[in-house]
């Protein structure tokens, strides 16, 4: 699988983004979809992530209310809504994908997109 995220930029606080992130190469059906981010300085953390079916997605507790994950599988593409962006959001932000189950481990996925910055003005 390979995958192509997008939708980064240059944001004021308080503002709003959608990242999105392309999967190809291969069927996209049944894999784990997340998001990470890696801060200047800092080591990747867990953003989001969401399973095949979309059900229950789960959120690391700094973006929980304000970002939202989302996938449409007839386009093998998943999204992140970012609400109310702060200026501790500013990072590199990279999709990635592996098989069940849906852990927030960033050494667990084994496909990755090349990442997207976000950079976010106060």
């Known amino acids: 699988v390979q995958l192509q995220a997008s939708g980064g930029g240059l944001v004021q606080a308080g503002g709003s983004l959608r990242l999105s992130c392309a999967a190809s190469?291969?069927?996209?059906?049944?894999?784990?979809m997340a998001w990470f981010r890696q801060g200047p300085g800092k080591e990747r953390e867990f953003v989001a992530v969401i399973t095949w079916t979309g059900g229950s997605p789960t959120y690391a507790d700094s973006v929980k209310g304000r970002f939202t994950i989302s996938r449409d599988n007839g386009k093998n593409t998943v999204y992140l809504q970012m609400n109310s962006l702060k200026p501790e959001d500013t990072a590199v932000y990279f999709c990635?994908?592996?098989?069940?189950?849906?852990?927030?481990?960033?050494?667990?996925?084994?496909?990755w997109g090349q990442g997207t910055l976000v950079t976010v003005s106060s």
């Open positions: 990635a994908s592996r098989t069940i189950p849906a852990v927030t481990t960033p050494r667990a996925y084994y496909h």
């Open positions: 190469g291969r069927t996209f059906n049944g894999y784990v």
